[in-house]
């Protein structure tokens, strides 16, 4: 069965600090994964995507991902936190089942910010 | 440029109680899904409307109805709510059922049962 791992529950880093979240997945065939990022009292919003191609993949708000097959792994990665970044992240693989797109959550890490 | 709105945005309810929640998209997306979030358990899958006029049980249906009112809107119904309802919930919605497409949330409702 498909499955995702996000083994971090809880980080905290300092403003201007690098920041790495880690996502494992479990899918036997190329899977299609994406990291969303829920802020406070929010809904979820896509951050990016990775269906093919390039295995390091850029998104929105200074993120980047980077795919490793051998690993089975997608870390979400930003280079110098911002206060505005604390929120909670979701990794998810997405796939078809039964017809439908189906997405497959992984727990979620909250990331809190010391300035 | 509304995307998936959803209301109510909070909502308390007394145990056996019913309700309804409201989503509705205006992408002209055909695919809407509902889910619940719960801490430490990410979103689980409720229930889905692949297309219009069709919908399916997800990971979590017990208790839940839904209805395809039309290709925008997409409601949740619990006929009686019960306190283990009492979570955050979100619509979503895609344009088709390709896998690399992203889905689009809501603001989510939050749901509390007493």
């Known amino acids: 069965a498909q499955s995702v791992t996000q083994p971090d529950i809880h980080i905290t880093v300092s403003e201007g600090a690098s920041l790495e979240l880690r996502c494992n997945y479990s899918?036997?065939?190329?899977?299609?994964l994406f990291w969303y990022v829920q802020s406070p009292g929010q809904g979820l919003q896509l951050l990016l995507k990775?269906?093919?191609?390039?295995?390091l993949v850029q998104g929105i708000k200074g993120f980047e991902a980077e795919f490793k097959r051998s690993q089975s792994s997608f870390n979400l990665r930003k280079p110098s936190v911002h206060w505005s970044d604390a929120a909670e992240y979701f990794c998810?693989?997405?796939?078809?089942?039964?017809?439908?797109?189906?997405?497959?959550f992984g727990a979620g890490t909250r990331l809190a910010v010391h300035p | 440029n509304a995307g998936v709105t959803q209301t109510p945005k909070f909502q308390v309810l007394k145990t056996g109680q019913s309700m309804t929640l409201q989503c509705a998209q205006d992408?002209?997306?055909?695919?809407m899904y509902w889910y619940r979030q719960d801490p430490g358990m990410g979103l689980r899958l409720i229930y889905y409307?692949?297309?219009?006029?069709?919908?399916d049980k997800g990971e979590v249906p017990n208790g839940y109805n839904v209805s395809r009112l039309n290709k925008r809107e997409f409601s949740l119904r619990l006929e009686s709510a019960a306190p283990s309802q009492t979570s955050v919930y979100f619509c979503?919605?895609?344009?088709?059922?390709?896998?690399?497409?992203?889905?689009?949330f809501g603001d989510g409702t939050r749901l509390s049962i007493l």
């Open positions: 979503a919605s895609i344009e088709g059922p390709r896998g690399n497409q992203p889905q689009h």
């Open positions: 409307s692949a297309s219009e006029g069709t919908t």
């Open positions: 998810a693989v997405g796939r078809i089942s039964g017809g439908y797109n189906k997405l497959i």
């Open positions: 990775y269906f093919s191609g390039d295995t």
């Open positions: 992408m002209n997306h055909n695919s």
């Open positions: 899918y036997g065939a190329t899977p299609y």
